[in-house]
């Protein structure tokens, strides 16, 4: 079935209900929601359609167009170089990668193409325990899949597995206590934007999805960030969001310009931007947390007034956010979820732990009046959405540990691991 690329450009309606897409790590509508009901329940024998071994190291989300599903990942080679530009504090290991876009069949989990991007040593390591060199997850157009290995390079690849070009960002980042990079890019119709937040020299800069051909680059006075941008069009202008430490942003795609911008975040913003009506929703976690709902319409630099609502409270540090029927969910890395009304701040609840003191850096997705919510304990949590705390079930997978977040597409939830990509099937 063909389905327009200026929807899947803006990723601002929902996909009609059941069909098999899920474009981009947050889902047809870039908010964590799927249009189709998933299992309920599922373990190690129970409601498991497939599961495959993923070779070498990948915290990215699998992405779905179709009768496919597309993971990154990056394979040692087994060559251990000494690198020119090594960072004390980077946790990954000197050794030259391979990094790969994989091609499998969504209804059968057999590989259909492998494709290598390239083969290169990195100069500097990842967060030891939920980093890798393969963290940032594609987004496809129907036509080819875009990957983002940050210093190593974008690249275009079509769904056969034909390399269409490829983009040498000619910097290499330097990340926030060698954590590694992982900022996905976000496509505006014929634009395909990355944001390059790092300790220095910050930046975003712009590509022609067609050719690669560089638009734009403009400098960000930010330090490390990994908040995927928000793509959305308002009174007929399309701008992308961009969440910082300094300021929330936004710019227009075609060129660069800078629209507006409004300080208020804390350090180290990672979860998505999300939009809720006239409303942008922005969120930071570790030092100074904050949710800063902003009203769109503003041009320069926003007043107080552009400000809906804010809290300081059930703000989440890794996992992006959930918008779900006017309702803003937020989970923090212990496993604290809370429910709040995206147009008023209200909190129906707040802070409410999960089973267990669940630990987590994936971040949930929403389907059929559940949301859902890995662990790195192999567990998902259902809670029931809504503006009441209820856990519905919760289903493990043994020895298996969760920190890429899940996707889903035609009813089928598929979960990756450090090990495995699962795909669990409908059922009860």
Same mark, same amino acid.
Request: hydrophobic share 40%.
């Given at each position: 079935?063909?389905?327009?690329?200026?929807?899947?450009?803006?990723?601002?309606?929902?996909?009609?209900?059941?069909?098999?897409?899920?474009?981009?790590?947050?889902?047809?509508?870039?908010?964590?929601?799927?249009?189709?009901?998933?299992?309920?329940?599922?373990?190690?024998?129970?409601?498991?359609?497939?599961?495959?071994?993923?070779?070498?190291?990948?915290?990215?989300?699998?992405?779905?167009?179709?009768?496919?599903?597309?993971?990154?990942?990056?394979?040692?080679?087994?060559?251990?170089?000494?690198?020119?530009?090594?960072?004390?504090?980077?946790?990954?290991?000197?050794?030259?990668?391979?990094?790969?876009?994989?091609?499998?069949?969504?209804?059968?989990?057999?590989?259909?193409?492998?494709?290598?991007?390239?083969?290169?040593?990195?100069?500097?390591?990842?967060?030891?325990?939920?980093?890798?060199?393969?963290?940032?997850?594609?987004?496809?157009?129907?036509?080819?899949?875009?990957?983002?290995?940050?210093?190593?390079?974008?690249?275009?690849?079509?769904?056969?597995?034909?390399?269409?070009?490829?983009?040498?960002?000619?910097?290499?980042?330097?990340?926030?206590?060698?954590?590694?990079?992982?900022?996905? /890019? *976000? #496509?505006?119709?014929?634009?395909?934007?990355? $944001?390059? +937040?790092?300790?220095?020299? =910050?930046?975003?800069? %712009?590509?022609?999805?067609?050719?690669?051909?560089?638009?734009?680059?403009?400098?960000?006075?930010?330090?490390?960030?990994?908040?995927?941008?928000?793509?959305?069009?308002?009174?007929?202008?399309?701008?992308?969001?961009?969440?910082?430490?300094?300021?929330?942003?936004?710019?227009?795609?075609?060129?660069?310009?800078?629209?507006?911008?409004?300080?208020?975040?804390?350090?180290?913003?990672?979860?998505?931007?999300?939009?809720?009506?006239?409303?942008?929703?922005?969120?930071?976690?570790?030092?100074?947390?904050?949710?800063?709902?902003?009203?769109?319409?503003?041009?320069?630099?926003?007043?107080?007034?552009?400000?809906?609502?804010?809290?300081?409270?059930?703000?989440?540090?890794?996992?992006? /956010? *959930? #918008?779900?029927?006017?309702?803003?969910?937020? $989970?923090? +890395?212990?496993?604290?979820? =809370?429910?709040?009304? %995206?147009?008023?701040?209200?909190?129906?609840?707040?802070?409410?732990?999960?089973?267990?003191?669940?630990?987590?850096?994936?971040?949930?997705?929403?389907?059929?009046?559940?949301?859902?919510?890995?662990?790195?304990?192999?567990?998902?949590?259902?809670?029931?959405?809504?503006?009441?705390?209820?856990?519905?079930?919760?289903?493990?997978?043994?020895?298996?540990?969760?920190?890429?977040?899940?996707?889903?597409?035609?009813?089928?939830?598929?979960?990756?691991?450090?090990?495995?990509?699962?795909?669990?099937?409908?059922?009860?």
């Amino acid at each position: 079935m063909h389905v327009s690329l200026s929807l899947l450009a803006l990723l601002s309606a929902p996909l009609v209900q059941g069909e098999a897409y899920w474009p981009h790590w947050r889902g047809p509508s870039a908010n964590g929601v799927t249009p189709t009901a998933l299992a309920h329940h599922w373990s190690d024998t129970q409601n498991v359609r497939w599961v495959v071994p993923t070779p070498g190291r990948g915290a990215s989300t699998p992405v779905i167009w179709g009768e496919q599903v597309f993971f990154t990942t990056a394979v040692p080679t087994g060559r251990a170089l000494e690198r020119a530009d090594s960072n004390s504090s980077a946790s990954g290991a000197p050794e030259e990668q391979s990094f790969e876009l994989h091609a499998l069949d969504r209804r059968t989990g057999a590989t259909r193409w492998k494709s290598v991007a390239r083969v290169a040593t990195p100069h500097e390591g990842y967060h030891k325990s939920y980093g890798s060199f393969a963290s940032a997850a594609p987004v496809t157009d129907g036509e080819r899949v875009y990957v983002s290995f940050g210093s190593q390079g974008l690249y275009a690849i079509d769904l056969a597995g034909k390399l269409a070009w490829s983009f040498d960002p000619r910097v290499k980042l330097a990340m926030r206590n060698g954590f590694g990079e992982g900022l996905a /890019p *976000v #496509l505006a119709g014929e634009v395909l934007v990355q $944001v390059c +937040d790092q300790e220095h020299d =910050s930046f975003a800069f %712009a590509l022609d999805k067609r050719t690669g051909k560089e638009l734009w680059r403009v400098p960000r006075d930010e330090p490390s960030t990994w908040a995927t941008p928000l793509v959305t069009e308002f009174a007929g202008v399309t701008q992308v969001v961009t969440a910082g430490t300094t300021r929330v942003r936004s710019y227009a795609p075609k060129t660069g310009e800078l629209l507006w911008e409004r300080g208020g975040l804390g350090l180290n913003a990672i979860p998505a931007v999300l939009r809720a009506g006239d409303l942008v929703l922005c969120m930071s976690g570790y030092r100074d947390p904050r949710i800063l709902a902003l009203k769109l319409g503003g041009r320069g630099a926003l007043p107080d007034e552009a400000i809906a609502w804010s809290s300081t409270q059930g703000c989440a540090y890794t996992a992006s /956010p *959930v #918008l779900d029927d006017g309702l803003y969910y937020t $989970v923090s +890395d212990r496993g604290l979820l =809370s429910c709040f009304d %995206a147009q008023t701040g209200e909190a129906h609840y707040l802070e409410e732990r999960l089973p267990r003191g669940s630990a987590l850096k994936s971040s949930p997705i929403a389907a059929g009046g559940f949301l859902y919510l890995p662990t790195e304990a192999g567990e998902v949590h259902l809670v029931k959405l809504g503006p009441e705390f209820e856990v519905a079930a919760t289903n493990t997978l043994s020895d298996q540990v969760f920190v890429a977040s899940p996707a889903a597409a035609a009813g089928d939830l598929f979960l990756r691991s450090w090990t495995h990509l699962f795909c669990i099937q409908p059922g009860g």
